[in-house]
């Protein structure tokens, strides 16, 4: 069947399609034949003639028809699942082909670029790729988790140890001033999702009370996750990707008999690690030692640890007392698949629950249901993908993280209960810690993700493509204080009791067509694509608290509440629509061109800056296809590739360039007023970062070794902050750009090896990477004359603290001593806050092994971070006062130790000595080493031969995360985003996976 271009187009179409089109040849004549595979027809195959465009696909029986021209033409069959096939026709016109195996090699992975595919041989950006063997069985609940340690230039930090909560993930570092301004695009199976969902009354319990929008998605339901990095991955995003896209990819279904899997593990998690804390006698001595400093020799009566009201012989370790507990975990999967040569699908169903190190019944639920569905014609000339996630969370935690509590009660404490079970007040001298487990602080979110796409052929080398999709979520949150958190001996009654509720509610959608066309002629191959985005997000917020209930029984019915406040009823809408396109040419195979660029316009800017254009240019060279190294027998492959371009940031607010107003809280002559919030600024736009890559990748010995160098640079200008206004305005700030630049700079390496792959019995692959990166503030005109004069300084990273210079502690007085810079016989800021401590990450990396012997496989991975951050200091409570102190404290000075490490003891009564501390807090004494080692996860995979009739495969597994931690940070743990949280947790599950 001749599949020459139809005349019908018209004129403008012909011009446009003539390009992959070939001029007719003479001595025409037709070819026929049948390919099969195995004995058994193909479908799908694509034929055509070597250098020109006309092509045929068999359909279900096999058979394919081709006019061909020339003396002797060549043949060309294509198939996803099948190696090419080249085949010359002298002067046959039945030609018969069968097509074998495709053998997949390293460099003939495929990677997610987004928008089109590319092999990774072929690619011209930076793409880092794990896939299901890494994620799927780990014991956590967000595959960011899984995540760390496995990809060069990607730095991810767990919120905490309580589940449910944030992540902050940083591609090649921030770009932005403001935190909200570096978080990436999420695009789950071609939808995007919200970056972070605000949990508004979490703060307490999640730093920055973030919720991660992978949560909603169990690890075990994805196939791979891409993260794009450099220009030429992200430009075509536009206006969203400036701080890099990560690409979620879903299982999909298999052809083949249908298969149900079952996945079920059960796992304890508990503290990694706690801090060596003042035993009962150490704290005494401390604290009668404070008071002697003080001058004060009678005991106040609220000092009820030496004063003889709590006992002076107890102990309790409060670390094990209140984070102390194992937490189980129990999580069940099973899944259906299946599928034929034209249909394929995948239904999946899992349930998880977790508790806490909290001792209380506090779970964290989650069920999922995933599903897809694909489709193609027996003629591949059209397709049909579906892709769904469903999603129900429901956590309910403290409201209120005990560790700092842990940290700093008084060792001898009175018991947490009395002899009758009730809670213990000890006469109203203790303020009892687990009286928070009495209020509640629970969110439910329900996430749904729909994608679909719709392919049509309209040539072998053009066709026409539908992508969108549906995201919604609605997120529901309680903070519930009923009156027993309080000591009895307080009289509250349940008309003391308070109840806040918070609800978000988001839903959007997006439409993409794309037209994709690809042409080849002798040692040139072109792909075109071309499209558009449409798309529409809706986000409603409303909030209500009740004070007061005649009940507490009724607390979760605010309406019930003698005094009710209802905040605003906010909704928002933001419009997007862009253009963009991608030409991608190869020559020879060796010589790769990659042009990418789009056009975006957001409504969340002003009319006179609604548009951008943004882009990026890729390339590669493949030297070790060139006629001098194609035989050799040590490089497999020998490539250097680099790009550059722009792209954007419009991770704002909306409507935050027009003037808008607030419900006022007091109400005038019956009429509640509005107050102005914000000021009209149509100028504002795009924050836009340029980013220029180059790097080098080698191949050695049939690719068992293989080796990556990459440098970067981005440059992110036209920051999008809040201005400082006068107060005389009525305004602190006004939504516009500021001139200051940003640039992150570093290097990455990769290195994939397989030492052992000679035998079937024995497998060895090992991976490593380190990535160095640097940043710094460019340039920021008008810095010292701003409030930003005492957070920022050019030429250093924007992360730094101003923090004072700690010279010691005085011989004679046995008091901090700090540098008074400006020499007026004061400490004050922000004149002597002058010394810059850089916070952050120096080097970053992983180191990744995985070990086959027959049917055991054992795999480990070490994650490691070389970093400064705040240490336990910058939260300490003054030595000496009614807090607990680290083992540290007790090298203080005394008449008797006067090289103390820490100022004499104090009660906390002298305003000299706590202004002093509150110095050491904000000294460099606060500002250490957080550097680790860690062993973030050991796997050990058992595959167990079964003869049981039905049952395919059995696998069981024990899997370890954050198993062993290296350091020497004074703290917890030295992963964290704001210190005071529960740190993350050390994990063992067992498991076992059934196949039938």
């Known amino acids: 069947m001749n599949k020459n271009f139809p005349r019908l187009y018209g004129a403008t179409a012909f011009l446009m399609l003539s390009v992959f089109c070939s001029n007719a040849q003479a001595q025409t004549r037709t070819v ?26 068999t359909g279900a029986s096999g058979r394919y028809q081709l006019t061909v ?51 990774d041989k072929e690619r011209t950006g930076s793409i880092a790729k794990v896939t299901a063997k890494d994620i799927e069985n780990q014991p956590v609940t967000n595959v960011l988790s899984a995540l760390q340690g496995r990809m060069a230039g990607v730095s991810i930090t767990q919120g905490g140890g309580t589940p449910g909560g944030g992540y902050d993930l940083q591609i090649r570092g921030k770009n932005s001033l403001r935190r909200e301004g570096n978080e990436p695009l999420y695009i789950i199976d071609g939808v995007p999702v919200l970056s972070e969902s605000p949990a508004k009354l979490g703060l307490s319990v999640f730093p920055y009370s973030g919720v991660n ?12 996750v891409e993260i794009l990095k450099d220009a030429d991955g992200t430009a075509i995003y536009g206006s969203r990707g400036a701080n890099g896209v990560v690409l979620v990819t879903t299982k999909r279904g298999k052809k083949g008999r249908n298969l149900l899997q079952v996945n079920a593990s059960y796992a304890l998690s508990e503290v990694a690690g706690k801090m060596d804390l003042m035993d009962t ?45 194992r937490a189980e975990a129990l999580a069940v999967q099973a899944s259906l698949t299946g599928g034929s040569d034209t249909t394929t699908y995948l239904l999946s169903f899992g349930h998880q629950e977790l508790g ?112 969108g999709g549906i995201s919604w979520q609605s997120f529901e949150e309680w903070s519930l204080k009923p009156h027993t958190v309080n000591n009895p001996a307080f009289g509250l009654t349940s008309a003391n009791s308070t109840a806040f509720k918070n609800n978000l509610e988001s839903f959007s959608y997006i439409l993409e067509p794309q037209w994709q066309a690809t ?10 694509l071309v499209g558009g985005t449409l798309q529409q997000a809706v986000t409603g917020q409303e909030a209500v608290q009740g004070y007061g209930f005649e009940s507490n029984a009724l607390m979760n019915n605010i309406g019930a509440a003698k005094t009710k406040v209802v905040g605003d009823q906010v909704r928002g809408q933001y419009h997007y629509a862009a253009g963009f396109g991608r030409l991608n040419y190869r020559w020879r195979d060796r010589y790769l061109l990659n042009v990418t660029g789009r056009r975006d316009g957001s409504s969340r800017f002003g009319p006179n800056n609604r548009f951008a254009n943004f882009g990026a240019v890729g390339a590669a060279w493949i030297f070790s296809e060139e006629d001098f190294l194609k035989d050799s027998r040590w490089l497999s492959l020998g490539k250097l590739r680099g790009s550059a371009g722009t792209a954007g940031n419009d991770r704002i607010g909306d409507y ?51 080796t990556t160098a990459a440098w970067y640079r981005n440059r992110s200008s036209n920051q999008l902050v809040g201005v400082p206004l006068p107060y005389t305005t009525g305004f602190t700030s006004i939504q516009a750009n500021l001139p200051a630049t940003m640039e992150n700079t570093g290097w990455e390496f990769e290195l994939q090896a397989r030492p052992l792959r000679g035998t079937r019995a024995v497998q060895w692959d090992t991976g490593f990477n380190i990535s160095l990166p640097k940043s710094r503030l460019v ?61 952050g990450v120096e080097y970053f990396g992983g180191w990744n092994n995985r070990l086959r012997y027959r049917n055991v496989e054992l795999s480990v991975l070490f994650q490691f971070v070389k970093q400064r951050n705040w240490n336990y200091n910058r939260i300490m409570p003054p030595p000496g006062t009614m807090n607990n102190q680290p083992v540290e404290v007790l090298n203080a000075w005394s008449a008797e130790n006067p090289t103390g490490t820490y100022m004499a003891y104090t009660s906390g009564t002298s305003p000299q000595k706590n202004a002093l501390h509150s110095g050491f807090q904000n000294s460099t004494a606060a500002v250490g080493d957080a550097s680790f080692i860690r062993l973030k996860n050991v796997q050990l995979n058992w595959r167990i031969p079964t003869g049981l009739r039905g049952l395919k495969d059995a696998t069981v597994y024990v899997q370890g995360q954050n198993v062993l931690t290296l350091t020497d940070y004074f703290g917890l743990d030295p992963e964290f985003i704001l210190t005071g949280y529960l740190p993350p947790l050390k994990t063992w599950s067992a498991g076992v996976q059934l196949t039938f």
């Open 32 to 57: 026929s034949g049948t390919v099969t595979h195995d004995g058994k027809p193909l479908s799908g195959v694509t034929v055509s003639q070597e250098g020109r465009s006309e092509a045929t696909v």
């Open 69 to 119: 021209s020339g003396e002797n033409p060549v043949l060309i069959f294509r198939h996803p699942d099948h190696p090419l096939w080249r085949e010359e026709t002298g002067d046959r016109t039945e030609i018969d082909i069968s097509l074998g195996e495709k053998v997949q090699e390293i460099q003939e992975v495929t990677l997610n670029a987004g928008y089109y595919t590319v092999k």
């Open 519 to 528: 042409r080849e002629w002798g040692s040139h191959k072109v792909e075109v």
């Open 779 to 839: 340039e920021f005109p008008g810095l010292e004359g701003s409030t930003y004069a005492n957070q920022y300084v050019v030429g250093y990273p924007v992360t730094i603290v101003k923090v004072y210079q700690l010279e010691g502690i005085d011989a004679a007085t046995g008091l901090y001593r700090f540098t008074d810079f400006n020499g007026d016989g004061k400490i004050s800021s922000p004149d002597d806050n002058k010394v810059i401590e850089k916070i």
């Open 656 to 706: 935050m360039y027009l003037n808008t107003y607030t419900v006022g809280s007091y109400i005038y002559d019956g009429i509640t007023g509005l107050n102005p919030s914000r000021l009209y600024n149509p100028n504002f736009s795009w924050e836009k970062t340029v980013k220029t890559e180059a790097a080098l990748e080698l191949g050695f010995l049939q690719n068992r070794l293989r």
């Open 356 to 467: 806490t190190v909290f001792p209380a019944p506090y779970t964290y639920k989650t069920n999922t249901v995933a599903g897809n569905f694909t489709y193609r014609s027996p003629d591949a000339r059209w397709a049909l993908g579906l892709t769904n996630q469903l999603s129900f969370q429901k956590n309910s935690v403290i409201s209120e993280d005990l560790t700092n509590k842990t940290l700093t009660l008084s060792p001898n404490a009175p018991a947490l209960y009395t002899a009758d079970g009730s809670l213990n007040w000890e006469n109203s001298t203790f303020t009892n810690p687990i009286a928070a487990f009495l209020g509640t602080y629970r969110n439910d979110t329900k996430t749904l993700n729909t994608g679909m796409n719709a392919e049509y052929r309209l040539t072998p080398h053009m066709k026409l493509r539908l992508s």
């Open 213 to 224: 929008p992978l949560n909603a998605i169990s690890p075990n339901d994805i196939e791979s």
């Open 281 to 325: 006698g150490q704290y005494l001595k401390m604290r009668k030692e404070a008071y002697a400093n003080d001058g004060i020799t009678t005991f106040p009566a609220n000092a009820h640890d030496v004063n003889g009201n709590w006992s002076q012989d107890r102990y309790t370790d409060w670390q094990e007392e209140l984070i102390g507990k």
